[in-house]
């Protein structure tokens, strides 16, 4: 299976490209006459190709602290102690997409980062101990979260539906007024919410832990590259004692000096615990993200030298995003200014009352590998799916929910988001698409189950 579609999986670059030739190429179909040149304008333009800019420096910029994060000696030896807890391969594959969905559910970027470092970690230890198992599945596993993120506690739309003032800016005032804030007792921790994400929580492990052959089973059991990543091209121990030269200066000891971290270290902290404290933690976005990660590297290096030293491993490591994902604002924003995106998320609008969120939640998944962005989709799709359900008296928290469900279900075919922990762990996209497409046949019909369910 793993190899029937790697097989015909090309790298996340190749596929952009092509994913904008078609897009220009349909929405230049869609425009009639002067078409093309419209959509080669709205690709280019600054709402197009160079729209996820900062986004895209945000992303870099955490892969780069997060693998100064996993060099740290601290956090290397705690992920070693986390991944021996495992007596075996299946334990070792179900424990690395526990504690991906577990901290996706948290935040979608800490997972993201943190269950990448973790996938490689237990590849690592696989090797060590001599477990014959097959390192992609530990990298899929990693990313088992980011099919689980949206019904957290960084669900977009649901954060983005709490205030009148919010759903204003997407569905537009009198269509708000329709709705109505939608309470997070009502979305995240309501029942079909609870239902869905506790149910995908508990069945990715098992679903991976099915996936690991049993021992001797596999006949290229593909074990972690032991060198040529960037982890491993950091030295082994970065304390205060390594690469010290026998003769130092003045400038050399400033260098390596611990009063350069704690000066910005502690700034940093207290901004970090003004910033979320007083927004009672709604400030936890990608910057703060990137903020806590910055701390924590600096200050369990030690020393500017060593931190710099880590970053620099990680900002090697960040060509593809840099690459993708002005791409992805071009496909974007063709797809939002030809009408494109408005005409996929209004395909099923008129589906019947009992089948709608269901129809709701494939066409959101479909409409993810173009836009994939949970805001980007919400804004794009909420409009119109809200207004749909108000009209078939459908439940409009089960409407939006099923936009947030789309959006997670398709990222695991999606490469954008799979950037990032291609990068730390060093497999290409072809390895991991296999077990990322059973994963997610699997936790789609688990979603579509209770969306159905929730229907009747």
Not at 219 to 240: I, Q, W
Not at 310 to 319: E, F, H, Y
Not at 326 to 355: C, E, N, S, W
Request: aromatic share 8%.
């Amino acid at each position: 299976m793993r190899r029937g579609f790697g097989r015909f999986t090309p790298d996340p670059f190749v596929v952009a490209v092509g994913m904008t030739l078609v897009t220009l190429v349909a929405g230049a179909l869609a425009v009639g006459d002067g078409g093309l040149v419209r959509a080669v304008r709205l690709w280019s333009a600054a709402g197009g190709l160079w729209s996820l800019l900062a986004f895209a420096g945000q992303m870099a910029l955490m892969l780069t602290l997060g693998t100064a994060l996993a060099a740290a000696p601290p956090v290397r030896r705690g992920l070693e102690a986390l991944a021996r807890l495992a007596p075996g391969p299946r334990r070792l594959v179900g424990l690395v997409a526990f504690v991906s969905c577990t901290l996706c559910l948290f935040n979608w970027s800490l997972g993201l980062v943190c269950g990448a470092m973790f996938a490689r970690t237990a590849g690592d230890e696989a090797r060590r101990r001599g477990l014959p198992l097959h390192y992609p599945l530990l990298c899929a596993a990693g990313y088992a979260g980011m099919m689980v993120w949206h019904g957290g506690l960084s669900g977009t739309a649901p954060l983005k539906a709490t205030t009148l003032a919010d759903l204003t800016e997407v569905l537009g005032p009198e269509l708000a007024a329709r709705v109505g804030p939608i309470g997070l007792s009502d979305s995240l921790l309501g029942g079909l919410n609870l239902a869905v994400t506790i149910g995908l929580w508990l069945l990715a492990p098992l679903v991976f832990m099915a996936l690991t052959p049993a021992a001797g089973a596999d006949p290229d059991p593909h074990p972690a590259p032991p060198s040529g990543h960037v982890l491993n091209d950091m030295p082994p121990e970065t304390g205060p004692e390594a690469h010290a030269p026998s003769d130092t200066t003045g400038l050399d000891r400033l260098e390596r000096s611990p009063l350069v971290v704690w000066s910005l270290a502690l700034p940093a902290a207290a901004a970090l615990v003004f910033a979320v404290g007083d927004t009672a933690g709604a400030a936890i976005d990608l910057n703060a993200i990137n903020l806590a990660l910055w701390v924590l590297a600096l200050v369990l290096h030690g020393r500017p030298d060593a931190f710099v030293r880590a970053c620099d491993a990680g900002a090697r490591a960040s060509a593809g995003i840099l690459l993708l994902f002005p791409l992805y604002g071009g496909i974007m924003g063709v797809m939002k200014g030809t009408g494109l995106a408005a005409a996929l998320a209004g395909l099923f609008a008129a589906a019947d009352p009992r089948v709608f969120t269901t129809l709701t939640f494939v066409s959101a998944g479909f409409l993810n590998l173009f836009v994939p962005s949970g805001g980007g989709q919400w804004a794009v799709q909420g409009p119109i799916v809200m207004s749909a359900a108000l009209g078939r008296g459908v439940d409009p928290t089960h409407a939006m929910l099923a936009i947030a469900y789309g959006d997670q279900w398709t990222n695991m075919l999606q490469p954008f988001w799979a950037v990032p922990l291609l990068a730390i762990t060093g497999v290409r996209a072809r390895d991991i698409i296999g077990y990322c497409t059973l994963w997610m046949f699997a936790g789609g019909l688990w979603i579509a189950a209770c969306l159905l369910l929730a229907s009747l």
